[in-house]
């Protein structure tokens, strides 16, 4: 069983930063794909950007070029940097987990319209963009 801790969200006005960390109660540093949900009240989840064990990164388009995910230097807690904020980054995020290929998730999430549910999640932390 891996426990997702967040922490990290806030209210900003459009155009700030923030930064997102997810601690996981056990190491996730092999065979795991880390990630970021979302989901805003009336709408669908959405992924917004996943880490394979190797680093490899995977965003969604909505968010490219301003969010920045990444491990920490014990390569367990995962960060997701949001810059240039806007109203419609508001949702309520949560840290995911699975032991499954990141990439793979994605390919599935595009050919099958959701993507797929993860094993793993954090207890969701709010961001509110105004």
């Known amino acids: 069983q891996v426990q997702l801790v967040e922490s990290g969200g806030g209210s900003v006005q459009a155009g700030a930063s923030l930064r997102l960390s997810c601690a996981p109660s056990v190491s996730t540093s092999n065979g795991y794909c880390m990630g970021w949900f979302r989901q805003a009240p009336g709408k669908e989840r959405e992924a917004v950007a996943t880490?394979?064990?190797?680093?490899?990164?995977i965003y969604a388009d909505s968010v490219k070029d301003r969010f920045t995910i990444s491990k920490g230097n014990a390569k367990t807690v995962v960060y997701l940097q949001m810059n240039s904020l806007k109203p419609e980054d508001t949702a309520t995020y949560y840290c995911v987990a699975d032991q499954v290929d990141c990439e793979s998730a994605w390919q599935y999430g595009v050919m099958s319209g959701r993507f797929p549910d993860f094993a793993y999640y954090g207890q969701g932390t709010q961001v509110t963009v105004s």
């Open positions: 880490i394979d064990t190797d680093g490899t990164t």
